[in-house]
């Protein structure tokens, strides 16, 4: 094992949390603008999330829990599936959350980093904002959820 992250044949193990709702999407800005490096909230699944199962779940509501400040509660997922990312070693555990209650943080706040501010755009919107293929893998999975009301992965 790798310090306190999860690792799975070589790539770190992470969850991404797509909050989805009336055709938009929750952006994040990485500190940098919209216009620079937008992708979706997502984080690392750590070595304490394996304690109990699932493991993913547990992960991923510690994250959304640690990025919004726990003003969010989740109502609804839908798993999108998982993608692996070579550039950055990463599987992504992709989660559409289509209902929840609480208000978003203007800012996400990261010790050691900038202030990432989020908002929701519709999926044409945040095809035109995103640098990463992974981002736009994403975002066709999400579209495909919209039109189709069901994830075909």
Known sequence: MN?????????????????C????VLI???GQGFDKEAFFPNGSIEIKDKESE????????????EEFAGKINVKNI????ELKVDEISVIFYIYCITDWDGEFPEFIKEEGEPNSRL??????????MVNYDSALE????????????????
């Not at 306190?4 to 909050?19: M, Q």
């Open 3 to 19: 310090g306190a992250y999860s690792y799975k044949d070589g790539y770190r193990e992470g969850v991404l949390f797509l909050f």
């Open 138 to 153: 994403i975002l066709k999975r999400v579209d495909n959820y919209f039109v189709s009301g069901h994830y075909d992965g």
């Open 21 to 24: 709702r009336n055709g938009k």
């Open 119 to 128: 908002g929701m755009f519709s999926v044409e919107e945040a095809r035109q």
């Open 78 to 81: 839908v798993d999108l599936g």
């Open 28 to 30: 994040e800005d990485r």
């Open 54 to 65: 699932p493991y993913i779940l547990t992960a991923l509501f510690r994250e959304i829990k």
